[in-house]
């Protein structure tokens, strides 16, 4: 067997052994809390040792970014999508309920997702790190905007496209702590749908 070949074996076995560290973190943070697991019980719950976990993750935090950029990269592409079938001109009532209907609502991902922000509110540089993959989705939803300009009038009190962005992603978060407490999918839904036709247009947009 050549070298490459071997190379390219390893390199997919750890691969495989990565996503299947982060799929077992998932359902264990979802089921416990992020503050409340242990490296062991990662590597427990996914079957490998720690040192499989250390030749991938050098900590939870790097393992939670990890997957964090995971979601925040779906839900880009989501709601870039969703953005993306307009022309230079936004159909804002269109716009909104393709992305409702896109948007991921993953319950469990929102109680790992509060967890982990509480941990970062206590660690400056956790909380750093936390910010910049969060700006990720606002930049997606502020180049869309911003292509509107001169096309598509937004309301004046929003400011720029990043100003809006940043109410876009408020409303979002808003939504998404209410279904934290109520578990009702299709309310949430229908609120940031609400919520955001009202953000972008004057309020008074009807379907």
């Not at 691969?15 to 062991?40: P, Q, Y």
Request: hydrophobic share 50%; net charge neutral.
């Amino acid at each position: 067997m050549t070298a490459k070949a071997t190379t390219g074996r390893v390199t997919r076995r750890r691969v495989r052994t990565r996503a299947n560290l982060l799929d077992a973190a998932f359902a264990v943070f979802a089921a416990k809390g992020f503050g409340r697991v242990s490296i062991e019980e990662v590597c427990e719950s996914a079957g490998y040792s720690r040192g499989a976990f250390y030749s991938n993750f050098d900590s939870l935090d790097e393992l939670f970014f990890a997957l964090y950029e995971q979601r925040a990269d779906l839900i880009a592409e989501q709601v870039t999508t969703a953005l993306a079938a307009d022309g230079p001109g936004l159909d804002v009532p269109a716009a909104v309920d393709r992305v409702t209907e896109a948007l991921l609502l993953d319950r469990d991902w929102l109680l790992v997702k509060t967890d982990f922000l509480v941990h970062a509110a206590r660690d400056p540089a956790v909380a750093r790190t936390l910010l910049e993959h969060r700006a990720r989705l606002r930049r997606a939803i502020a180049g869309r905007l911003a292509r509107a300009r001169g096309h598509t009038a937004l309301p004046a009190v929003l400011g720029d496209a990043d100003e809006a962005a940043h109410a876009v992603v408020a409303a979002y978060d808003g939504v998404t702590t209410q279904l934290l407490l109520d578990r009702d999918l299709a309310g949430a839904r229908v609120w940031l749908g609400q919520l955001l036709t009202a953000l972008l247009t004057d309020g008074s947009t009807r379907h």
